[in-house]
C-alpha cells in the first residue's frame, strides 16, 4: 500500500519560507509524477507544482512561479517543495499526489493522480 507522508507545514509571517517534504513509502519505483496541491477554506483544491521523475521537469501553477521550488530526491521517493516570499494568500492544506500511470506530460488535474497524502497546513499571517 502506498503512502504518502507530508511535513513542514506551519506558522509565517508575511515574507517568510517553508520548506514542505513528502516521503513515499509501500513502492520503491515507478512514481511518473509527484505533485504537490493545496486547498484553502471555502475553496477547491488547486494545482501548486509538480516534478516529473524522468527528465526532471517541473511545472508550477502561476501565482508561484518564482516563489517556489519542487524538487526530486532522487533515490528517496522524496519530493521537497521550498516556499519562499510566502503570502497570505498561500494559505492553505498542502496536499502531495503520485501518479504511477505514465505520462509525458505534468498533469495538474486531482484526477490524474493516483495517490494523496493527509495533507499539512501552511499558514501565511499578514
Known amino acids: 500500500q502506498v503512502q504518502l507522508l507530508e511535513s513542514g507545514g506551519g506558522l509565517v509571517q508575511t515574507g517568510g519560507s517553508l520548506r514542505l517534504s513528502c516521503v513515499a513509502s509501500?513502492?520503491?519505483?515507478?512514481?511518473?509524477?509527484q505533485a504537490w496541491f493545496r486547498q484553502a477554506p471555502g475553496k477547491e483544491r488547486e494545482f501548486v507544482a509538480a516534478?516529473?521523475?524522468?527528465?526532471?521537469?517541473?511545472n508550477y501553477e502561476d501565482s508561484v512561479e518564482g516563489r517556489f521550488t519542487v524538487s526530486g530526491v532522487n533515490g528517496r521517493n522524496t519530493v521537497n517543495l521550498q516556499m519562499n516570499g510566502l503570502k497570505p494568500e498561500d494559505t492553505a492544506v498542502y496536499y502531495c499526489?503520485?501518479?504511477?500511470?505514465?505520462?509525458?506530460?505534468?498533469?495538474?488535474?486531482?484526477?490524474?493522480?493516483?495517490?494523496w497524502g493527509q495533507g499539512t497546513q501552511v499558514t501565511v499571517s499578514s
Open positions: 509501500g513502492r520503491t519505483s515507478g512514481y511518473y509524477v
Open positions: 499526489a503520485a501518479r504511477i500511470r505514465p505520462t509525458f506530460a505534468i498533469p495538474r488535474f486531482i484526477k490524474d493522480y493516483d495517490y
Open positions: 516534478v516529473r521523475w524522468s527528465g526532471g521537469n517541473t
